[in-house]
């Protein structure tokens, strides 16, 4: 395949995984890195990037779509009322070092563990989706104190992991503290930005033995630009189905495919 031609393909194939993220998004209200990092994977490794570096390439990338997009929804949010400045600011510092500790341990693993780690915690995101209940609670308020210093920088850490921004594991998180569901979507859209702002600044000073054109550290430029011009245009798409169609089932349903992809993800990297 001639340099054109990959680039031409690649060009193809994120246009379609932009547009596909987008109108998941706005149909499912799922962050876009759900999606991306295994879209990525599949992608990359296809046209020949594969190395035991590439998963911090799509987490990094992934990341980097989230800073716009995040930006973007709680701005939008926030014109509603519907952010939670309160849990913003006191969630915040815990995030933020969560997601630095999360860039230390994805600059130091190999691909296949990333992989490993991805589908495991991908299973659990799943199994919420398809079978969580709006109903369950841990406590009617959400957690202060040493609850708070142990599970905000938890949560910065683990999306990280993911390559994904705050939606995954703060809504669910807050949703269990009894935090309205559309204020907890609002609120995680501001958990996305303290997430992946300084985990990006990390991920540009990755040195990457392999990577595809118009890369930069673990961020490839090419695919962040692709992916959020298409997501800009997709998002209200979805977000005018969600208002047609039960997006209920339709999340139980991407709730079970999320765990096949992550599943094999792991059967890939564990080499079966």
Same mark, same amino acid.
């Given at each position: ?18 547009? !596909?993220?987008?109108?998941? @998004? ?12 295994? $879209?990525?994977?599949?992608? !990359? ?19 980097? &779509? ?5 930006? /973007? ?25 969560? =997601? ?21 915690? @991908? ?17 009617? /308020?959400?957690?202060? +104190? ?9 949560? +910065? ?25 559309? /204020? =907890?979507?609002?609120? =995680? ?15 540009? !000073? ?7 054109? !118009?890369?930069?550290? =673990? ?11 298409? &997501? ?36 890939? $990297?564990?080499?079966?």
């Amino acid at each position: 395949m001639d340099d054109i031609t990959l680039l031409l393909t690649m060009g193809a194939l994120l246009l379609a995984i932009g547009a !596909f993220a987008g109108v998941l @998004a706005g149909l499912l209200g799922v962050g876009g890195g759900i999606i991306l990092v295994p $879209a990525f994977y599949y992608v !990359f490794s296809a046209l020949g990037y594969d190395s035991p570096q590439l998963m911090q390439l799509c987490l990094g990338t992934s990341l980097a &779509t989230i800073i716009v997009t995040s930006i /973007r929804s709680v701005l939008s949010h926030n014109k509603k009322g519907a952010v939670e400045w309160p849990i913003l600011k006191t969630w915040a510092l815990g995030i933020g070092i969560g =997601a630095l500790v999360g860039v230390l341990v994805v600059s130091s693993l190999r691909s296949v563990v990333l992989q490993s780690i991805f589908g495991g915690l @991908a299973i659990i995101v799943g199994l919420y989706m398809a079978f969580g209940q709006s109903h369950w609670r841990l406590g009617d /308020r959400m957690p202060v +104190g040493i609850k708070r210093a142990i599970l905000s920088p938890m949560l +910065g850490f683990l999306s990280v992991l993911m390559g994904i921004g705050g939606g995954s594991f703060g809504v669910p998180t807050m949703s269990l503290f009894n935090v309205p569901i559309h /204020r =907890a979507v609002a609120t =995680a859209a501001g958990f996305g930005v303290l997430i992946a702002v300084p985990s990006v600044a990390g991920l540009l !000073f990755v040195d990457m033995d392999v990577a595809p054109p !118009f890369t930069i550290g =673990a961020i490839n430029v090419a695919a962040f630009f692709v992916i959020i011009a298409m &997501t800009l245009i997709t998002a209200p798409w979805g977000a005018a189905l969600a208002h047609k169609l039960d997006p209920k089932p339709l999340k139980r349903i991407f709730g079970i495919f999320l765990i096949l992809v992550a599943l094999n993800m792991i059967r890939k $990297a564990m080499g079966w």
